[in-house]
């Protein structure tokens, strides 16, 4: 399996809703990351994981809380969204996090909060 | 100031004609640039890389030139048919504090083929 996989495809949620993202692969990498997109914008990075263990967070606020709980898979728990949460959230993995590992992203899931 | 900086932001190009798109960085110690290639609604793609010990590199219609001197970095297309049209995001590597990297992305060129 040489690509990483991402749940749902589309969510729409509302502002008091809680749900959560799901990120999977199987290429054996041990850094995942999560990015956002806004529409005609480069992904910006959230958070990054390096052997299941939280390396960075870009400052992202409270109401994104991720979550690793094994080397395989990356979740992104979303509570008390705001409309302008509303954006292309991508996953990505690499074989570890020396910065010429090649990030692998997938297909991102569409979120809209209304 | 952005870190990276891409040009131009949309580019418009006949096919079989060439696409030049150009991006330069801000730290010195960025060691690795890729680009990816990202069509409407799907996943950005790795399409080509290059380290900063290698000035040119090249994978059939595709290649990125580095001048580390002038800390710009550049993506050629040749050739170009419809379905090169994309957005493409250049990207370097940044340094994030505590001795680790990241990548910053530059904002993005949005490539039109013109049949």
């Known amino acids: 399996d040489t690509e990483v996989t991402q749940t749902p495809k589309h969510l729409v949620m509302g502002m008091t809703n809680k749900k959560s993202l799901k990120c999977e692969q199987h290429?054996?990498?041990?850094?995942m990351y999560w990015y956002k997109q806004k529409a005609k914008k480069p992904p910006e990075l959230m958070f990054v994981y390096s052997y299941e263990k939280l390396s960075i967070n870009e400052s992202v606020p409270s109401r994104f809380s991720p979550e690793c709980p094994n080397s395989s898979l990356l979740n992104l728990h979303l509570h008390a969204l705001q409309p302008e949460d509303s954006a292309l959230y991508l996953c990505a993995s690499s074989r570890g996090l020396a910065v010429t590992d090649t990030q692998y992203f997938g297909p991102g899931t569409r979120l809209t909060v209304l | 100031g952005e870190n990276v900086e891409q040009h131009p932001s949309t580019l418009s190009v006949q096919e079989g004609d060439s696409a030049v798109i150009k991006c330069t960085y801000s730290?010195?110690?960025?060691?690795?640039f890729p680009w990816y290639k990202q069509e409407l609604g799907k996943r950005p793609q790795l399409i080509i890389d290059?380290?900063?010990?290698?000035g040119e590199k090249k994978d059939q219609r595709i290649a990125v030139t580095l001048n580390k001197t002038a800390k710009h970095f550049s993506l050629h297309i040749t050739e170009t048919q419809p379905e090169d049209s994309a957005v493409y995001f250049c990207?370097?590597?940044?340094?994030?504090?505590?001795?680790?990297?990241?990548?910053?992305f530059g904002k993005g060129t949005k490539l039109s083929v013109i049949p």
């Open positions: 730290d010195s110690a960025s060691n690795y």
């Open positions: 990207a370097a590597s940044i340094y994030s504090g505590a001795g680790s990297y990241q990548l910053t």
């Open positions: 290059i380290r900063s010990n290698v």
């Open positions: 290429m054996g990498h041990r850094a």
